[in-house]
């Protein structure tokens, strides 16, 4: 059975850091492609970065890019989404998902969420 967890989410202040985890298990890790998403309230699900574990390829959205970086560690069967820089905008229920087609863009599988909350 294929699941996900994401964890590590918590309050941090405008500017400050945080590190979000991914457990996964059920699936060839090495295989995948893992994405982050989150969800603000009152707005859709975005995507917001993804890794390809076969080859480690990233994608960013434009609003994380050079402040969030997402890795790998294929011991642990983990992902992980650092945050830098965060700010308000950033407030969101951050979850990760992969799916059969092995790379990012494609989705079938969802994790349970991380509440991330910036404050000023």
């Known amino acids: 059975e294929v699941q996900l967890q994401a964890f590590g989410g918590g309050l941090v202040q405008a500017g400050g850091s945080l590190r979000l985890s991914c457990t996964t298990s059920g699936f060839t890790f090495g295989d995948h492609a893992i994405g982050w998403f989150r969800q603000a309230p009152g707005k859709v699900r975005e995507g917001i970065a993804c890794?390809?574990?076969?080859?480690?390829?990233?994608w960013y959205e434009d609003s994380v890019k050079g402040r969030f970086t997402i890795s790998s560690d294929s011991a642990k069967n983990t992902v992980y989404l650092q945050m830098s820089s965060v700010e308000l905008e950033d407030t969101a229920v951050y979850s990760c998902a992969t799916g059969n087609a092995g790379y990012c863009g494609w989705y079938d599988y969802w994790g349970q969420g991380t509440q991330v909350t910036v404050s000023s």
């Open positions: 890794i390809s574990n076969s080859d480690g390829r990233t």
